[in-house]
């Protein structure tokens, strides 16, 4: 398959480097070029909960996010552990989003530290596509103290691939003609969205790297994944081409949990709720939303669901409101006697917060 030789676009994707940590180590020169985990308190080893985020320091002794922060404190005993300040992150991101938003012709912020911009316009090769992302680095420094990774690319899931391959303060650019070249090497499981279960798969038919996924025909991937196999074999190709747009504040936010065996014991029920009501609570402080609406769900055995909601008289980004809302619509079901199988919890009626800068040290 041919890559089209007319001028496709010039797409960045730009992941800030170890995001949390790295605005901690920006506001406390203690926390400088130190193994420095953002997560639970180790409590010796003793501690629950897991690791947010961690330096690239502490990432060579093993520390990755997601992990127990038990296992963290065995792996760096000597590291700096430090609890995440979600509202301080989700300041910085607003900040480092618009200084990227005006460097771009069409943005589109994907997470808290990461985007895509659509530069087709403002430069007319890929030289100029480098020298943008040089200066675009240079004021990130600068003005904020942070480092970030940007890969260059035709389309959208090979920046964002690009950008991976070197981090931190990586510049990667794959030019036009040269995507599935650049692919070819790498596992599948680089490609976003291509979990454990996919790789697995893909393994069990010999198919490791993105190079052997090329030779498989489309009509097998789609046999294999259905819409996802349209998805992979475009990705692979080098020619999936989704536009970069901007995307509205999202309409709501939720987590849930379902019990690996239907739940009767309303002590771990109420613990789940809790840790879901925390869970969710971060991502309003680092969404930088506020919200008006709480809702609880809950599905008993055999997927008897109800969800329950309240309007609160005013926004907030209070979790005591939140545990107070999602108590109250919970208190119902308490006497059910039926197991439960999941619990959710989700807020809505979102509004973005604006202002309050965040004080600049160094
Ligand atoms: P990432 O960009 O995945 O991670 P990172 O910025 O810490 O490190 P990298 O240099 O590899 O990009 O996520 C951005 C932030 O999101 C991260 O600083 C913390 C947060 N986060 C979580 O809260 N939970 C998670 O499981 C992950 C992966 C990230
Ligand atoms: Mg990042």
Known sequence: MKEESQRERIIFHVDMDSFYASVEARESPSYRNVPLIIGADPREGQGRGVVVTCSYEARKFGVRSGQPI??????????VYVRPKFELYGRVSDEVMNTLR?????????SIDEAFMDVTDLVSDYEGASKLAEGLKRELREKFGLTCSIGIAPNKSCAKIACETQKPDGLTVVEQGKVREFLAPL?????????KKTAGFLKSRAIETIGELQKVPGKQLVKYFGKGGV??????????K???RERDTPKSLSVEHTFEMDEEDWRIILETVQQLVDELHERV???RLALRKVSFKIRFEAFQTFTREKTLGDFTTEKELIREAV??????FRSDRRKVRLVGVRVADLKKIEGKQTTLSS
């Open 70 to 79: 038990s296992r963290a404190y065995r792996l760096c005993p000597d590291g």
């Open 242 to 244: 989704t536009e970069v």
């Open 187 to 195: 596992p599948v499981r680089a490609i976003p969205g291509v979990g």
């Open 327 to 332: 108590s109250s619509l919970l208190e119902e």
């Open 231 to 240: 998805w992979l074999w475009g990705v692979a190709q080098g020619l999936e």
């Open 102 to 110: 005006s460097y771009a012709g069409t943005f589109e912020q994907v």
């Open 285 to 287: 402080l680092s969404t």
